[in-house]
């Protein structure tokens, strides 16, 4: 039986029961192959950019001879998937908001994202990035969650294609924050945006000494540090 780490976890506990499912960036396949196990999918793809990694994922799969429920696609992005797949939930996780945009674009342009889709997204930065990005093209993010594990601190955000939706205009703390987060997990939104405004301090104190900067550079970085002392509401301003 596989044993998720926690931001796995988590992650499945955002697929519902008997969705067909894709996981982008599969690393080994653990997450289709465990919500199959728990019984609650019967059908995944698997898809994989590199062939080391797809390897990786057919191996674990075959072990466990699950070949005819979860197929393992080489591929870039959303391109690992067929019309007759009727996958209905994609999980990408794992990297990079700026590559998660970007995979999401390309499956937009080669007409690989169906209406009503779910998206299941776990980007490691640029939150604010993604989240723009989806409300700029007819996605409606429709939950958020909050994790820490190994000292790192992850978001999960899900959103819907809803194709013809007008954008929505969300504020600009509203990006930085987002809007469901704090409320998924209070303590561990604060840890995280303690911890933001602590490496933002030190960035600037960085420019201030190596004189590697601009106005425009150090204004952008106190305004930030000033929009999480408000939502934080926080008077350690030192």
């Not at 059908?43 to 699950?66: I, S, W, Y």
Request: proline letters at 3%; zero cysteines.
């Amino acid at each position: 039986m596989i044993k998720l780490s926690k931001r796995l976890k988590e992650i499945a506990d955002f697929i519902p029961p008997a969705s067909r499912l894709a996981d982008i960036g599969s690393d080994h396949a653990y997450l289709p192959i465990y919500l199959i196990q728990q019984e609650k999918i019967d059908f995944a793809v698997a898809g994989e950019v590199a062939a080391g990694p797809l390897q990786h994922a057919q191996e674990e799969v075959t072990d466990r001879n699950l070949e005819d429920r979860i197929h393992v696609r080489l591929g870039n992005g959303l391109d690992v998937l067929e019309k007759d797949d009727a996958v209905d939930h994609v999980v990408i996780a794992g990297m990079g908001g700026l590559l998660i945009a970007l995979i999401l674009e390309q499956g937009l342009l080669n007409h690989k994202v169906s209406d009503g889709q779910s998206f299941v997204l776990q980007p490691n930065n640029e939150e604010v990035h993604l989240r723009r990005f989806l409300l700029e093209n007819h996605f409606e993010i429709t939950q958020e969650s909050i994790l820490s594990e190994n000292k790192h601190f992850y978001e999960i955000i899900v959103a819907k294609y809803q194709a013809g939706q007008e954008a929505e205009a969300w504020s600009e703390e509203d990006l930085l924050f987002g809007r469901f987060v704090e409320a998924a997990d209070p303590q561990i939104f604060k840890e995280k945006w303690q911890n933001e405004k602590r490496k933002t301090k030190n960035i600037i104190a960085s420019l201030q000494y190596s004189k590697a900067n601009n106005d425009k550079t150090l204004t952008d970085f106190q305004h930030k540090i000033n929009l999480i002392e408000e939502r934080l509401h926080d008077e350690d301003t030192s």
